[in-house]
């Protein structure tokens, strides 16, 4: 275990490898000719004076930023308090005022007549979903499609009688001539 350590220590620069140092006295040089002298190719950078350089004020972070060309090419930092997204941010929850609407009753013969639940539904209209006399499976299946549709476009999905549900918009309101126009056509019994 110890030997781990120690390798971990030598890969990260931690410690010396004693491995190497058997061979720290060896000459590598087996022709004897010195190798050529190495050239710098470009010009040292000027150092500026700063000891003869007048006295000035110290300058806090954002007054050096206000005064700091901003066309040089790169790239300008953003301040802390600044957002870094580009969108505005935007509330959390809108809230609208619920509007009433006339609800759509839909009897499906099949698992077909479903796709007419979704438009009307993401058109903003309630929908009420008649399943009797279907067979058990039919219904469970429209009941599973219904659900995760509601849930997909943030309505809700309520069961009003037997077999029969009401799914509605989240800015949309049933008003109560509607529900007393449903209770007359037997659909709506809560």
């Known amino acids: 275990m110890a030997s781990l350590w120690r390798r971990a220590m030598v890969y990260l620069g931690l410690q010396d490898d004693d491995e190497f140092d058997d061979y720290a006295d060896y000459d590598y040089d087996d022709d004897g000719e ?5 050239r ?5 950078a000027p ?9 000035g004020p110290v300058r806090s972070q954002a007054e050096f930023r206000e005064q700091a060309p901003l066309d040089t090419g790169l790239v300008r930092p953003v301040p802390r308090d600044d957002t870094p997204s580009m969108t ?3 509330p959390a929850v809108v809230r609208t005022q619920p509007t009433a609407a006339r609800v759509h009753v839909v009897e499906p013969q099949g698992f077909n007549d479903a796709q ?7 058109a903003g209209q309630p929908v009420m979903l008649n399943l009797r006399g279907l067979s058990r499976e039919l219904q469970r299946r429209l009941i599973d499609f219904s659900s995760g549709l509601a849930y997909a476009v943030g309505a809700t999905m309520q069961k009003v009688d037997d077999h029969v549900f009401l799914l509605t918009p989240n800015n949309v309101d049933v008003s109560q ?3 007393e126009r449903l209770r007359a056509k037997g659909l709506y019994r809560i």
Do not use: S, W, Y
């Open 34 to 38: 010195e190798p050529p002298p190495v």
């Open 88 to 90: 505005p941010p935007r």
């Open 40 to 44: 710098e190719t470009r010009e040292p």
């Open 177 to 179: 001539e509607e529900k």
């Open 116 to 122: 007419e639940v979704g438009d009307r539904l993401k």
């Open 47 to 55: 150092v500026r004076e700063l000891q003869n350089a007048p006295p």
